[in-house]
C-alpha cells in the first residue's frame, strides 16, 4: 500500500527529522520526501499490508505540519 501526502515541508533538515520520527514508529514503512514537487510530497509504502495513517496525521500535526492525503 501506499500513500501520498501534499505537505508545507520546505526544507532538507525539516523532512529528515519528519522522516526519522516516522522511522521511528514504522521500521517497515519506506518513506520518503520530493520536496522538488511544488506539493512537497511526503510519500510512505508499505509492501507489508495498511498504512496506519491515523497516526500518521496526529504526527505531522504535532510536529506543526501541514498536510493533505492525496487521493489514488
Same mark, same amino acid.
Given at each position: 500500500?501506499?500513500?501520498? &501526502? %501534499?505537505? =508545507?515541508? %520546505? =526544507? @532538507?533538515?525539516?523532512? /529528515? ?5 516516522? =522511522?521511528?514508529? &514504522?521500521? %517497515?514503512?519506506? +518513506? /520518503? &520526501? ?5 506539493? @512537497? *510530497?511526503?510519500?510512505?509504502?508499505? /509492501?507489508?499490508?495498511? *498504512?496506519? +495513517?491515523? +497516526? +500518521?496525521?496526529?504526527?505531522?500535526? /504535532?510536529?506543526?505540519v501541514f498536510f493533505e492525503v492525496l487521493p489514488d
Amino acid at each position: 500500500m501506499i500513500e501520498v &501526502f %501534499k505537505t =508545507n515541508v %520546505k =526544507n @532538507k533538515k525539516d523532512a /529528515n527529522r519528519i522522516i526519522s520520527i516516522l =522511522n521511528s514508529m &514504522f521500521e %517497515k514503512y519506506s +518513506i /520518503n &520526501f520530493d520536496l522538488e514537487d511544488c506539493d @512537497k *510530497i511526503l510519500r510512505i509504502e508499505n /509492501n507489508y499490508g495498511v *498504512i496506519d +495513517i491515523s +497516526i +500518521i496525521c496526529e504526527l505531522l500535526k /504535532n510536529e506543526g505540519v501541514f498536510f493533505e492525503v492525496l487521493p489514488d
